[in-house]
């Protein structure tokens, strides 16, 4: 499985502790450089990212410039257009995106997309999680914004599953 992910699924699972869930569920993650700059921020913040991300678990991919790469960065930012481009490139099975401009592209060019929240209920589904909604709670308090509607129907969808 071919898996590329943008900057924020990365980001929001290591500050809320579940990383791991990217391994189990997909396996090894391609990082385009861009993103792999944006994590760096973390370190910032106290968290040992760059042990983390030059694990076994990720591998960090340098960019081709190319016309889709000059196209999508006049309306992205550079870890988007690198991480849509890369998943172009290698055809990848899934893009891990939050972002709306950069989902949207992304569905344009017909690749598959999940974030943090299909990341999370595919983790319940799999029984690797025991809560979706404790782990969205502890999305919002690190700053993730999900939509009160959203939420509920994310709550509903997880009593069904269990």
Known sequence: MIVV???TAVSNLVRIGELRLL????GRILLPQAVYEELLILEQRGIDIISIVKSEMFEIV???R??????LIITLDKGEVEAIALAVEK???FLLIDEVKGRKV????????????????D???KKLISSVQEKMDDLRSIGFWISQPLYNKIVKLEEELE
Do not use: N
């Open 5 to 7: 992910s943008d900057t």
């Open 91 to 93: 055809k990848a099975d």
């Open 123 to 125: 983790a319940k589904r």
């Open 62 to 64: 340098e960019v081709k």
């Open 106 to 121: 992304a569905v344009e060019k017909s690749i598959p997309i999940i974030g943090t929240l299909g990341i999370l209920i």
């Open 66 to 71: 190319d016309k889709l790469y000059q196209t």
């Open 23 to 26: 391994k189990i569920l997909y």
